[in-house]
């Protein structure tokens, strides 16, 4: 076959993008895309129409024409095969076959275009083949791009690394002066899943302060200070600002002040609204059902972290209550004392005389829950696709929150929709939704779900697609309860057994929650 050219019209005959394959002037073009709308024969249906120079092979998409003008000796059937390709790449690019929506993917279009077709010959590619091609995904880039990420994260490590050697070499010397005292987590434990948390640095240096030792060095206000003025390097300095020395906090706190009441100060700027001693449960959720019911796998991880920002509150210990009862199993770090915890459920350290680090985020408690019980998913969602009799589905799905303790926020239920469909007709529907078109994904969207909306259900019907392809769908949540039922009671000296303020904050996210 000889195409010439490929065009999408509207039903009036106004050509809103063509692309031609062969040399032609413009205005051999435009005579020959003039003349098609008056050659559809009225009250007919037909695939192609001719005339004594070229044939037209088109097909009706809603309010638009796909034309393909190819010569009279071109294969009719090889015509009207590639035809059905081009109708299949326009609704790819485009969320509704509309006149605006064609003309904003103009150019996405006319890049496919050359890929089905190449100096007037079909080339032998399907439509993933298309969709690959003009995104132009590289795997050299993406080689470059790890090669590049590698090397910043290299460059940060070294970093830190310096960074604890000359926090080292400041202890020894505190120690030396007889100021400070020893932590009872080692340089090596002290990394067990610590964080650390970025922040503006600001540079309060003034005459009045103590002197320091030569190696420490005094940064002014300059914007070498940035490090290049990227983000990412913030953590680095930071931390490097600390072991020389440098108070990260703001200008006008009092440069008279010891360096352990500085370090407490800084510590509240970077962690506002929290106590001197500050509890953190972060879980995440893995779960893989079935479209016709059942658990597959369901599993819980989660793991609390220690923060102590002020030194006259570091050797403490936690009040933990466990009313789980469903085989949670529960591993505290090696510093931790694990008989303390077993026979009395509470957090402190072996060596009870030696503080926890101030400062750093301490992983002090992990556990683990894994089930396939189905009475323990928190959200259920059932899909249920059905064939109409217009070559498609008609599809329903719900969700139900079964664990009512739960407050579920942003929740986003992925539903994967077949390309070259056009998109999904929404019914009735519970919440917001999105159709992404590029992704070929529908996304119902809740702000909220907990026991006073726990069932929702949306509808929505889908032209030429099988009931295979509406999976698998993922869901992705977050919350601010936790799913196993441990919480921290209260925390209190070792010494004195006075109660100290403590704060706790809690994240459920989702990990990888699907129905397929």
């Not at 007919?44 to 088109?58: I, P």
């Not at 370090?263 to 953190?280: C, D, F, I, Y």
């Not at 509406?470 to 006075?498: D, I, K």
Request: charged share 25%; proline share 3%.
């Amino acid at each position: 076959m000889v195409l010439i050219a490929a065009a999408v019209l509207t039903k009036g005959g106004k050509v809103l993008l063509s692309r031609q394959f062969v040399e032609m002037s413009k205005s051999r073009i435009e005579g020959l895309l003039a003349a098609f709308p008056k050659l559809i024969p009225a009250g007919k249906q037909h695939t192609f129409v001719e005339t004594d120079a070229v044939r037209y092979v088109y097909q009706p998409m809603e309010k638009l024409y796909m034309v393909l003008i190819t010569t009279k000796a071109s294969n009719i059937l090889e015509d009207l095969e590639t035809l059905r390709l081009f109708a299949k790449v326009v609704p790819e690019y485009c969320k509704t076959l509309e006149e605006a929506d064609v003309c904003d993917s103009a150019f996405n279009l006319i890049f496919a275009f050359d890929e089905i077709v190449a100096l007037g010959y079909r080339e032998s590619v399907n439509l993933a083949q298309v969709r690959t091609f003009v995104e132009m995904d590289s795997h050299e880039e993406k080689v470059y791009q790890a090669v590049r990420q590698s090397q910043e994260k290299e460059a940060k490590q070294k970093m830190r690394e310096k960074a604890k050697e000359l926090q080292r070499q400041k202890l020894e010397t505190i120690k030396q002066g007889g100021k400070g005292g020893r932590s009872g987590y080692s340089a090596s434990s002290s990394n067990f899943n610590s964080v650390s948390v970025p922040t503006v640095v600001q540079d309060s240096t003034q005459a009045t302060e103590p002197s320091r030792p030569t190696y420490m060095k005094s940064f002014g206000p300059s914007k070498a200070l940035k490090l290049g003025s990227k983000n990412r390097d913030v953590e680095s300095f930071v931390d490097q600002l600390k072991s020389e020395g440098e108070r990260v906090s703001s200008a006008n706190q009092n440069s008279n002040s010891v360096i352990s009441k500085n370090n407490a100060q800084a510590s509240s700027t970077l962690l506002p609204n929290t106590e001197n001693v500050h509890l953190k449960f972060e879980e995440k959720i893995i779960l893989t059902a079935g479209r016709g019911g059942g658990l597959q796998n369901m599993e819980v991880t989660g793991i609390t972290t220690l923060r102590v920002q002020d030194e006259s509150c570091g050797m403490i210990r936690i009040q933990f209550k466990n009313d789980d009862t469903r085989g949670i199993q529960l591993q505290t770090h090696p510093n931790v004392d694990k008989e303390l915890f077993k026979n009395s459920c509470k957090i402190g350290l072996k060596n009870f005389q030696k503080p926890f680090p101030v400062n750093t985020d301490i992983g002090v408690l992990k556990w683990r829950y894994q089930t396939t019980d189905e009475a323990q998913i928190p959200l259920t969602i059932n899909c249920w696709p059905s064939e109409n009799n217009k070559g498609g589905c008609d599809v329903n799905i719900e969700y139900e929150l079964q664990n009512e303790d739960l407050e579920l926020l942003d929740v986003i239920i992925s539903i994967p929709i077949p390309s070259g469909s056009g998109g999904p007709v929404v019914g009735d529907c519970e919440g917001e939704y999105l159709y992404e078109a590029r992704r070929n994904t529908l996304l119902w969207q809740l702000t909220v779900v907990d026991a006073s909306n726990k069932t929702g259900a949306m509808e929505f019907s889908v032209s030429g697609a099988h009931i295979s392809d509406f999976f698998p769908v993922q869901v992705t949540f977050q919350s601010t309860q936790s799913f196993v039922r441990l919480n921290a009671l209260e925390a209190r000296l070792v010494e004195s057994n006075s109660i100290v303020s403590h704060s706790v904050e809690t994240s459920l996210t989702t990990d990888k929650y699907e129905i397929v």
